[in-house]
Nanobody
């Protein structure tokens, strides 16, 4: 069965960095686009970034462009989200997702606070 397991969340000060990882299993990882979403308290889930299966330019929400970078390692079945220059408004639960078939990880909490 499809499994997505996120890791790397935590508490960071404004201006800091975190790298999230999502380990995938149960499907041919290299064949599917992968995405990161986030959901802040009281807000709707937001698409943060998407990376295609191979090649092409990733896409980002305007709110994270220039600060976040999505990447993938198909040999390790892992997708990453490098988050730099973090702001308090980036605080949310971050989810890894395979949109095709609607598969989601359990989420990892990111808190940006002094």
């Amino acid at each position: 069965q499809v499994q997505l397991v996120e890791s790397g969340g935590g508490l960071v000060q404004p201006g800091g960095s975190l790298r999230l990882s999502c380990a995938a299993s149960g499907f041919t990882f290299s064949s599917f686009p992968m995405s990161w979403y986030r959901q802040a308290p009281g807000k709707e889930r937001e698409l943060v970034a998407t990376i295609l299966s191979a090649g092409g330019r990733p896409t980002y929400a305007n709110s994270v462009k220039g600060r976040f970078t999505i990447s993938r390692d198909n040999a390790k079945n892992t997708v990453y989200l490098q988050m730099n220059s973090l702001k308090p408004e980036d605080t949310a639960v971050y989810y890894c997702a395979r949109r095709i078939g609607s598969y989601w990880g359990q989420g990892t909490q990111v808190t940006v606070s002094a």
